[in-house]
């Protein structure tokens, strides 16, 4: 199937100009490798918005994307290839959950909110793809420990369910190790807010 995608784009053609972003943006050795075409038109098909094939692949537009796979196979350049290919009112923002851990350490409780309800001077909740869900650790703020990934997702959660409002997440632990690290209720509302699109786990790494 993944050879005759029944569609009006064509998939060959997007590959070659997502091939030439990513040699822009990381240089003369990327390449996409024919063995992740399957998940690459995946991909093109949710970020085009292309009806028909995500259809056959039975991906739900109005969720948001859990792009799984091992350390090294490419999550994050994907990901951040697939901006380009979104129309301006679906764009969204690539965030490393490190990045996020650090900022609360810093900044504390806001931080859940800065990336889940806005900023004050956000007028709308962003779309973001959080980037490497696991890599961020439990952190302690003035004595209490909190888990802030597993907050911002049941935040946002309540915004997709109000607002619509789409989250991506890439990240190397399978449902049941994001059931250990952030509980049942978050693995059950992801399974709710998320496609899960999942590269073998022996797939090379490309570093």
């Known amino acids: ?6 569609s009006h784009y064509s998939y060959s053609e997007v590959i ?3 091939e ?23 991909l093109i098909a949710y970020f085009l918005k292309d009806e028909p094939t995500c259809f056959q692949y039975g991906i739900n537009l109005d969720k948001g994307i859990l792009l799984s796979g091992p350390i090294g196979c490419g999550k994050t350049s994907l990901m951040n290839l697939m901006k380009y290919l979104t129309a301006t009112e679906h764009k969204f923002y690539v965030k490393p959950c490190r990045d996020i851990s650090f900022e609360f350490i810093q900044d504390g409780y806001q931080i859940i909110h800065k990336y889940s309800i806005g900023k004050l001077y956000h007028s709308e ?6 980037d490497d869900l696991g890599t961020e650790n439990n952190l302690k703020y003035f004595g209490n420990e909190c888990n802030v990934m597993a907050e911002i997702i049941l935040s946002r959660y309540d915004l997709f369910i109000s ?5 991506h997440i890439t990240t ?5 190790e994001i059931e250990t690290h952030y509980g049942n209720r978050v693995r059950s509302r992801l399974r709710e807010m998320v496609n899960l699109i999942a590269f073998e786990k022996t797939v090379q790494d490309k570093r």
């Not at 199937?1 to 029944?6: A, P, S």
């Not at 909740?125 to 959080?130: A, N, Q």
């Not at 190397?172 to 049941?176: F, I, M, P």
């Open 125 to 130: 909740p962003r779309t973001y793809c959080f």
């Open 172 to 176: 190397n632990l399978s449902a049941t």
């Open 1 to 6: 199937m993944e050879n005759e995608i029944k």
């Open 163 to 167: 607002k619509k409002l789409k989250t």
């Open 16 to 18: 070659i100009w997502l």
């Open 20 to 42: 030439k972003k990513g040699i822009e943006l990381y240089g003369n050795h990327f390449k996409i490798i024919e063995t992740d075409y399957p998940i690459v038109y995946k």
